[in-house]
């Protein structure tokens, strides 16, 4: 199978084969179409105009088979290629959901953080009132101590 070649894939890393996507296969469709051909005849589906256009009453049978391999190899690449876009979305999804967590995480952290910042900074508030109050008082007491020595 080939390789997706998409342009907006960013890095080597995260470009998947096909061979990595793909745990199912329709390749054995074609025989147990020809084994039904075989048996009995033309398949009923056969005389669908999606599957066969409207000029396939006018193909052989051989050429209806071939038509038809070749519609299933076109269809098993096509499934092939978003089973692969699936399988990737999903991987990219569980990587941005493992980010969201890891910031979710992060977020908790910086907030008890910023939590436990703002208790020391009105503690220490609190504590400055105190020595300026303090510092008042003993300048009052320095200002009358002078008065009395002089």
């Known amino acids: 199978s080939s390789k997706i070649r998409n342009p907006e894939v960013q890095s080597a890393d995260d470009v998947a084969g096909l061979e990595d996507c793909i745990d199912f296969s329709l390749a054995k469709k074609p025989s147990k179409i020809e084994e039904k051909l075989e048996k009995g005849g ?25 038509f038809l391999k070749a519609k299933l190899r076109v269809m098993q690449e096509e499934l092939d290629t978003v089973v692969c876009e699936c399988r990737k979305k999903d991987d990219e999804n569980q990587n941005l959901k493992s980010r969201l967590k890891g910031m979710e995480e992060e977020n908790t952290r910086l907030q008890q953080t910023i939590s436990m910042q703002r208790s020391h900074t009105e503690k220490y508030k609190t504590l400055s009132q105190e020595a300026n109050k303090k510092s008042e008082v003993l300048q009052q007491e320095v200002i009358a101590l002078e008065k009395v020595l002089q």
């Not at 999606?50 to 052989?60: F, H, K, Q, T």
């Open 42 to 66: 033309l398949p009923d589906f056969l005389d669908n105009d999606d599957i066969i256009p409207s000029i396939g009453n006018e193909m052989g049978a051989e050429a209806q088979i071939r």
